[in-house]
């Protein structure tokens, strides 16, 4: 069963980090690309970065420079770290095995003006 666990959201001000972690199952972590998707509030859901196994990397253009994502193979683990977030930031961040439709369960990220 393919399991996949997000925290790290919260509260934040414009300007400010968070760094978001997805815990997902071995089977799937140790052979796929993992991404990370956002959704904002009547907006639809949009892919914000992907990582493969060997570290490779994609960002959307609006994210470029401001975040990072990464993986720990050893904790199957994957992270997203946010740096100078803005308020157009604010989404529910998921957690994904890409470009499969395996998704978790979501974590809220609100950047406050």
């Known amino acids: 069963q393919v399991q996949l666990v997000e925290s790290g959201g919260g509260l934040v001000e414009a300007g400010g980090s968070l760094r978001l972690s997805c815990a997902a199952s071995k089977i799937v972590f140790s052979i796929n690309t993992m991404a990370w998707y956002r959704q904002a509030p009547g907006k639809q859901r949009e892919l914000v970065t992907t990582i493969t196994r060997d570290g490779r990397t994609t960002y959307a253009d609006s994210v470029k420079g401001r975040f990072t994502i990464s993986r720990d193979n050893a904790k199957n683990t994957v992270y997203l770290q946010m740096n100078s977030l803005k308020p157009e930031d604010t989404a529910v961040y998921y957690c994904?095995?890409?470009?499969?439709?395996?998704w978790g369960q979501g974590t809220q990220v609100t950047v406050s003006s």
């Open positions: 994904n095995v890409f470009p499969y439709d395996y």
